[in-house]
């Protein structure tokens, strides 16, 4: 009974040595493949030692099993990679969040950020397609999966943002400016330049569009919802809807402080000019007896040094002082 045992343990021992053989070899087979950028063939082989050697005990197949965990994302970007450049978009984005996901299931961050920023630009070329043809909607569908990708590609979040509110998603694009604006400024200051024109772009529009059906309580409300982010831009569409209303008290009342914060002379100045009015309104709705209401229009409009309003200004500081 003892020799038939030694026999048997003999057999499991060469079984095992030969699996250990086996196992190693697919590795070389992949290793080679992957050196000559054949990387489907590569990806068979390391997927077969990961599967036929995890559970090994024996530490030269469990170091095999190792690196083709750390190469296998490399395999799998490798077929995205050259799909990409066939403008086979379909096949690239599916090897490469194949690469992202086998990254993070082995926890090799830094394949997994490589493979994901890849595959945030295969969505940035393919929808750049529907976005250069105005098709924001099949923009939208692609570029939110390429910015959840990689939210750092500043290109794509701009056309992505651009696309919701070319649909008249405003809210939603707004939130992508501010994104991008928040981004640090030392390596991000042309894609927030960009943020900020675009986003001052359509604000505008927005604003033009409600007071055009005017609804400047609508444009009051944005004004609110932009204030955390952009508060000379909102304090300017705010104070411009007061005096849409004819709520002059409000826009006399709110004037300094939309006035400070502006930037330049320029935007100083239109705030000046609105509130300048609104004292001028207010003056002539009380037949024109009010003198300090009249001085604080004269005083109001002279601040009005810069930009388009000058000349109105003037014309009106001339009326007031006949």
């Known amino acids: ?158 056309n992505l943002a651009t696309s919701y509110c070319e649909l008249g998603k405003f809210d939603e694009g707004m939130a992508i400016y501010d994104k991008i604006c928040k981004m640090p400024a030392d390596k991000y200051a042309a894609a927030i330049e960009k943020a900020k024109s675009l986003k001052t772009l359509y604000t505008n529009n927005k604003v033009a569009s409600l007071q055009q059906a005017g609804d400047f309580d609508g444009v009051i409300a944005m004004a609110e919802k932009l204030k955390a982010a952009t508060p000379a831009l909102a304090e300017k569409i705010r104070i411009e809807a007061l005096s849409g209303k004819k709520d002059y008290a409000a826009v006399v009342a709110s004037g300094e402080a939309a006035a400070a914060a502006q930037a330049t002379d320029e935007e100083k100045s239109a705030i000046y000019f609105l509130v300048g009015a609104a004292y001028n309104a207010q003056y002539n709705a009380g037949g024109n007896k009010d003198a300090a209401l009249r001085d604080k229009a004269i005083a109001t409009l002279k601040k009005v040094v810069a930009g388009d309003k000058v000349e109105a200004a003037k014309a009106a500081l001339a009326e007031l002082t006949k």
């Open 1 to 158: 009974m003892k020799k038939i045992f030694v026999t048997l343990f003999a057999l499991l021992a060469v079984g095992f040595a030969s699996a250990q053989s086996e196992i190693i070899a697919k590795f070389n087979e992949g290793a080679t493949a992957l050196q000559g950028k054949n990387y489907t063939a590569a990806i068979t082989a390391f997927e077969t030692v990961i599967d036929k050697g995890m559970d090994s005990e024996d530490s030269k197949v469990l170091t095999c099993v190792t690196t083709a965990k750390k190469y296998l994302p490399t395999c799998y970007q490798g077929v995205g990679l050259t799909a990409a450049s066939q403008k086979n978009y379909d096949k690239a984005i599916e090897y490469l969040t194949k690469a992202a996901e086998t990254a993070e299931l082995y926890g090799n961050t830094t394949a997994k950020q490589k493979a994901n920023m890849i595959l945030a630009k295969v969505y940035q070329v393919q929808g750049g397609e529907a976005f250069n043809a105005k098709n924001y909607e099949a923009a939208v569908a692609v570029f939110e999966k390429g910015y959840a990708a990689n939210p750092r590609n500043t290109e794509m979040a701009l």
